[in-house]
């Protein structure tokens, strides 16, 4: 059964993001419009990179302006990078290191081409905590200062691209990751993940149980389960 289906019979149970044929970005424009208007999906999904074409690069540019103007929901979700070191464990096993490196790298490009303030009507969901993001905000407004100043790359406001990002929190958001993206992130623009099937249900189960019993995050995990993520889908839909 497709998504679209399932959908349609349970919409009280389910909705549903469609996935973007990137780097074609006519297709991926048809894609949205087709998926969105027909078959009634709530947003859409894309990779961090295709075929070595990363979020943020001005080819993508036709497909934002569509997006933003139909306020869209836009999950991102990592890939492998094209090239990468084959004689390291990371570079062997993706979910170690590759994937939030991915994610990082694509963000950080969408931060430096101004996307998320030349398209504000967009709302980006970054995967897994935001990877890497959360160390890492810091670091570019430094360097982004020194290279803006030398030449290498336009001045941005790294701050006001970054708190217009969501973030789910699949992966393991315990015991560091999700209090690092706090001190970075608003916690309305927190959402709960999964990442199954990826990880086991066993596995995202124990997890679950494991958040909700953590006194630390008493009144944000009603927050994250359910409320965040009403205000995204209900913007969503009621801007179609």
Known sequence: MSSAKLCAEH?????????LP???VDGATEETT???DTLGAVGVKVVTNSNGVY???????????????????????????????????????????????????????MIAHHIMTRFPNIRFVVPHTGSFLPYM???????????ASMGMMETVDAKEEFKRLYF?????????????????????HIVYGSDFPHSPAKVIIA??????????????????????????LSYSILTK
């Open 11 to 19: 919409p009280e149970k389910f909705a549903f993001a469609a996935v």
């Open 22 to 24: 990137l780097p074609c």
């Open 34 to 36: 087709y998926a969105i």
């Open 55 to 109: 979020l943020g690069d001005p080819s993508f540019d036709p497909l934002m302006e569509e997006l933003n103007r139909r306020n869209a929901l836009v999950i991102i979700h990592p890939c492998r990078a094209r090239q990468r070191p084959e004689n390291v464990i990371t570079g062997k096993v993706a979910a170690l290191y590759e994937y939030p490196a991915d994610t990082t790298r694509a963000v950080l490009n």
């Open 137 to 147: 905000l810091q670091r570019f407004m430094g360097v982004s200062g020194i290279l």
């Open 168 to 188: 789910d929190i699949a992966g393991d958001p315990e015991p560091v990751a999700l209090d690092m993206l706090r001190m970075a992130a608003d916690d309305n």
């Open 207 to 232: 997890k679950k149980k494991h958040l909700e019993s953590n006194e630390k995050y008493a009144g944000l995990v009603e927050r994250i389960y359910r409320e965040n993520a009403l205000q995204l």
